[in-house]
């Protein structure tokens, strides 16, 4: 089962990856390729084998809940592509006729 | 002391500690290293003179005022660029972070600062710490001070070229499939994964939450285990840090005997597609092993051949999550903000404008993974395979102490020679991916030349007990050492 062009360009727009054309043509084979070398994970009689998410099992870490200082404004916004009166400024999140 | 630059840490610690060698000359002959040599190896993005020296000065002072100094007080480090520290830009190697200067310290940061330890600049990278060469960084690939035709490898090429370079005595890596053993190794150093948990990820930038650890890279064990020392323990600020005592690994390290200590060779990782010099120094290390007490048997993980598979679904799953932060709207790179565009365009631009190949084709690879009508069949039989691993370390430590492979098939690459072959490129962790995904603990340390190239030797052991890598490999460096008659990277040819 190839993975085709368009399949990759659907996962790039769920990735919110601009791709180009030439990308594409280079992403389609290269995946293909990765994706039945790392198939072979199915050959693994697994079914009733518990997943494992996490290396070194923690459960319910908890600390004191203590008020501490947060990071001061400016230098949150510091390193942002763009400020405006002390908040992030982004492009516009709805569309014209929203 | 024109050669201080060749000094282990330790060696440069006491010397500045006994009054005979100040921090502050110390960081100038690291400095003056790598105006000399790094056009050639490239192995830092950032060098921070100012900072250095101004950190060294304290260390100094400090001393003159006769307060206590820690065990690597004024020695220069190289940190790998994917930590945040104040002061230095923060890039990963990444365009999208290009010019981006963090507002807080990791963890790593603040207890190497506290320790006195002189961070001279940020070490060059994979993007994202996503590759097995450095070829991948958005500034040039480092090459690797044996040959620098070859790659140093990577993640962590840049950290490991700096030490093997002579440009720092010791450096910090992060070792998420290898990142830190494979360049080690090819590089001909000490480097070691702790214990999953054992070292704070906090201002780690994340590639793969459940695998990334942050470690040593260094000369000689004992330095190794002088910087894991310090930047271990518990730490609040992460939630996946564990709340043990950090095992003792400097005192491990001075171990000379293996009399009653079990090892085992582990049968997949070894046979077909690994060099011949590879194998014949790998089974040189095990005689020498034999000889110094150590009862050495093989055993069988039949699942580490899955390792692989298992390692490139659950990372890129891991990956596609963790750099969906890279939106263009909070830090780094905005591109296409015309007035016109909506947020998720702009976002697109940037980050299809942003990331290189390799980041672009794991994002793909892991958003594919995690795709419904995929999930089951790819990412939940990887973590189910994931358990099996773990299941056969469980196992083997059932009959001995460690385990042993080398740390890589092959020794160091040419530049070039993999870059249109991921497959082939991802073959390079092979041996050092069950580690990640069980957790526990490796270390890579150099046990002679193939080709006139370092062969690494790979230790592992149970999670938490990283006190064991460095009880083998201190004796095992001792006793190479003793027959070679001078340190191993003596054998790197001059820059």
Redesign the interface.
Known sequence: MA?TRD??AH??????????DE?LD??AP??D???G????????A?GD????????P?TN?F?ADITRPS?PRT??L?????VEDGR?R??????MDE | MTDVIRFSAARTAAAIAAGELSALEATQAALDRIAKVDDRINAFLHVDVDGALAAAREVDRRRAAGEALGPLAGVPLALKDVFTAQGMPTTCGSRILEGWYPPYDATIVSKLRAAGVVIIGKANMDEFAMGSSTENSAYGPTRNPWDTDRIPGGSSGGSAAAVAAFETPIAIGTDTGGSIRQPAAVCGLVGVKPTYGGVSRYGLVAFSSSLDQAGPLARTVTDAALLHATIAGHDPLDTTSVELAPPAVVAAAASRNLRGVRIGVVRELSGDGYDIGVRARFSDALEVLVGLGAEVVEVSCPHFTYALPAYYLIAPSECSSNLARFDAMRFGLRVGDDGEAGAEEVMTRTRGAGFGPEVKRRIILGTYALSSGYYDAYYGQAQKVRTLISQDFAAAYERVDVLVSPTTPTVAFRLGEKVDDPVAMYLSDLCTIPSNLAGGPAMSLPVGLAEGLPVGFQIMAPAFADDRLYRVGGALEAALEARRGHPFLDDAPAL
Do not use: N
């Open positions: 993975i399949e990759i996962l790039a727009r769920l990735s919110r990856l601009a791709l180009s990308e280079t992403l290269q995946l390729v990765i994706i070398a790392v198939a072979r994970v199915a050959e693994v697994a084998i518990p997943p494992t998410t996490h290396a070194v923690l870490v600390r990071l230098d949150a510091a390193g942002a592509p763009a992030f982004v492009p516009r999140i709805l569309d």
